[in-house]
């Protein structure tokens, strides 16, 4: 029935994540989708697409919102309480050793296609819907877990990405991407000081996640460099994505 909704059976889900330290704005993190070699255009979408009414809308969506954010996003909970108890508890004197965590943004793809008209609309470029938005895939970018002073201090406990996978709640199915890429994430001070961490973007096939999607919610699994961290992508969350 969703695939239907979209008239020809190509569905993407992403997940974008965005260091906060490297100073990132909603939906900048899709700037990172690699362009076409030149001379090389990009391959139109699909008639069947190009007419479908719910990707019309998600156009119209990212061209009306320029500077949103489409996705869902999903933060490290404990981090972000962990970072307001280290506020309250450093002297008046020293900043706080705060750190993004790990982080992740989810794209359906009607919002991933509501993102790349955003871009276009925002960057004063003209949006052409391509064979690569409509594939059935779902888009991971996780973004490692970077301070927001770069110190000895501040840098404890912050990790790069090392694997994302997905899993159904009930832990018996886990979903391997169908391909990984690594992007860097440069984290700086005012006296030259700098940290690089690692982030990936990942895919994996529709289907899968369709599947484990079957049981209500599912948890996306992010490897770090110390440790891991699971999120859960409640049937709530995931019924607010347009797909």
Known sequence: MIRRALCFATIAISFVIHAASAGAQPGSALELSAPAPAGVPPVPAPASAIASPAVERAIALGRKKKDANHALVLRDAGQGFANAMAVLAAPRWQAPATKSGLW?????????????????????????LTEDMVAPIVRVYAHPDTPDIVSARGASGTRSVQRVVMQNHRRTVTVQPLSSDDFTVEAKNAVGGSLTYSGQVVTFALDDVLRIFGEGEFDVIVVGSTGEKRYTVKSKHFKRLPI
């Open 104 to 128: 992740l943004e989810i794209y359906t793809p009607l919002t991933w296609i509501a993102q790349q008209a955003a871009n276009a609309t925002r960057e004063y470029r003209d949006f052409v």
